[in-house]
């Protein structure tokens, strides 16, 4: 996200924290609303699970961003005027030595980390946009990415290249990729796909291919000469209208059911025991009698 895309909410948030006073209250607001309102805390059963996320994947986000926005420069830090300034409430935090020292390892291992990924991959980064290894890899002169149901394949192609002298054959459960009989890319896939169906072109001395997978699967790797992805680290999200049915009315029903709690009111389970204890209030054999009353039973 850029900077300029980042800002767009300042004014809003900004009047969120005046009101929160404090930055502790501030937080719980916004991770209470990830609670209530979305899957941010629900555990993915498996990986392609549509809702939820996998596990380690929520915290790995927070510290993403956190460590992202730490001011590189003191020109980078932001000061309010006087007027500006939240309301403060007194608050005291002990910071130990160790502590001190463990926050400062882990940023410095964090940069470091960091800039050796930089430097290896700065190449590689002019000739492939983020957008075309998303949830893959890049790879010397190809890269991949993926959703849960598409791979697309890119290839860098040489300056002098002849459409004639390509050769590109794709299988169920393999690809290869040749040039001048030079092997670029060659192995088998992660997981089958629809190869009947594939696609590619060349464009701006780029090979783009694009494969739909037979299962809604992600994949940790496109061919198995690659080192594996950590499935824990990508980005699992889809969009809501992509979600099976089923999901969609589940996840409609969570936020009908958190705004039904907020006012008070009974959620959809609750309603449906008291339509079915209603059916058997007065039923032959039932030991309550007189006017409904659901206050008079309790569940467990």
């Avoid at 290894?133 to 002098?160: F, H, M, R």
């Avoid at 809604?216 to 979600?243: A, M």
Wanted: aromatic share 10%; proline share 5%; glycine share 4%.
């Amino acid at each position: 996200m850029t900077e300029s895309v980042s800002v767009v909410h300042d004014d809003l948030l900004f009047n969120l924290l005046k009101e929160c006073k404090t930055l502790p209250v501030f937080l719980d607001h916004i991770f209470g609303f990830l609670q209530r309102r979305t899957d941010f805390y629900h555990l993915a059963k498996d990986p392609n699970s549509p809702i939820g996320l996998p596990a380690g994947l929520a915290e790995s986000l927070v510290k993403s961003a956190y460590f992202k926005w730490i001011p590189k420069k003191s020109s980078d830090i932001q000061v309010f005027g006087e007027d500006e300034i939240p309301e403060a409430v007194r608050e005291e935090v002990v910071i130990t030595e160790e502590v001190i020292k463990e926050t400062s390892d882990h940023v410095e291992n964090i940069s470091l980390e960091k800039e050796q990924q930089r430097a290896s991959k700065i190449t590689m980064n002019q000739v492939f946009s983020k957008s075309e290894s998303y949830n893959g890899a890049v790879y010397g002169n190809y890269c991949w990415s993926q959703t849960i149901k598409e791979v697309d394949i890119v290839v860098k192609l040489p300056e002098n290249f002849n459409s004639k002298e390509l050769e590109v054959v794709i299988l169920p459960q393999s690809i290869s990729i040749k040039i001048k009989n030079e092997v670029i890319l060659n192995g088998e896939l992660c997981e089958k796909c629809k190869y009947t169906e594939a696609l590619w072109s060349v464009d701006k001395q780029k090979l783009q291919i694009h494969l739909d997978k037979c299962k809604e699967f992600w994949w940790n790797y496109l061919v198995k000469t690659e080192s594996q992805l950590d499935l824990s680290q990508i980005d699992c999200s889809r969009p809501f209208e992509d979600l099976p049915e089923d999901a969609q009315v589940k996840i409609e029903e969570l936020g009908w059911n958190q705004e039904r709690k907020k006012l008070g009111l009974p959620t959809s389970d609750e309603m449906a025991r008291q339509e079915m204890l209603r059916k058997a209030w007065n039923a032959e054999g039932s030991p309550f009698s007189g006017p409904f009353d659901p206050s008079q039973v309790v569940f467990h």
